[in-house]
């Protein structure tokens, strides 16, 4: 049987890294709210990433304190909550997986007000253009029916000078399929979180029972 000591060293090694991961999830979820106007639903994703990174360094803390007191009250008390968040984390998560779809398309809006932006101010949607290799809104159809010629970004390595290099790809599905890998990743992110929870709870556990043997012991 592992002693307290060593129950201790896991138990912070794995408070470390559920620390990291939970800064991890709230860093993107701030990226989301401070990058992009986001409706919503998008907003919400961006909040319930920010609340599972949160509660979980507000509890490793009061886990952080009760290894060092080698406490077993506090030490119980740590589990039982754990146990508590882990079940609201679950719920957040599979809520988040399930609407991963949902959430990639409402982010995928703040691109809307982009291609407004292109109508009145022309080269708003070069950033996108550039970046995800697309044209247009929906395709390069979008120029031509508000009476203008796909710019430069429309085109592959911006040649014009030969029609096959034009893009075809709208930029609305490359912007959204973007948003689906990433909040596919932090949804991972999010579950490897819970199971390193889980797996600290059962130490903490550990952690627990040999604390009161060890108090046991100095009484003989």
């Known amino acids: 049987m592992a002693s307290t000591s060593g129950y201790k060293v896991f138990a912070y090694a794995l408070q470390i890294l559920c620390t990291l991961l939970a800064l991890v999830l709230i860093s993107f979820g701030i990226y989301i709210l401070v990058s992009y106007d986001t409706n919503q639903i998008g907003s919400l994703a961006a909040y319930s990433y920010i609340g599972i990174g949160v509660a979980a360094i507000i509890i490793f803390l009061w886990g952080y304190l009760a290894a060092w007191r080698e406490n077993v009250c506090c030490t119980v008390t740590f589990i039982t909550i754990l146990y508590v968040i882990m079940i609201i984390q679950l719920a957040l998560l599979f809520l988040l997986t399930r609407s991963e779809s949902t959430a990639a398309s409402n982010l995928a809006n703040a691109l809307e007000t982009t291609w407004e932006e292109e109508l009145n101010s022309p080269g708003a949607m ?54 689906q890998h990433l909040l596919s990743i932090f949804n991972i992110i999010g579950w490897v979180l819970v199971a390193v929870e889980l797996i600290l709870s059962i130490v903490s556990c550990g952690l627990c029972n040999s604390i009161r043997n060890d108090h046991r012991r100095s009484f003989y």
Do not use: M
């Open 126 to 179: 070069s950033l996108y253009e550039n970046w995800f290799h697309c044209c247009g809104r929906g395709s390069p159809q979008d120029y031509i029916v508000n009476e203008r010629l796909p710019p430069a970004t429309c085109f592959r390595d911006h040649d014009r000078s030969k029609a096959d290099n034009l893009i075809h790809t709208g930029c609305r599905v490359e912007f959204e399929n973007y948003w």
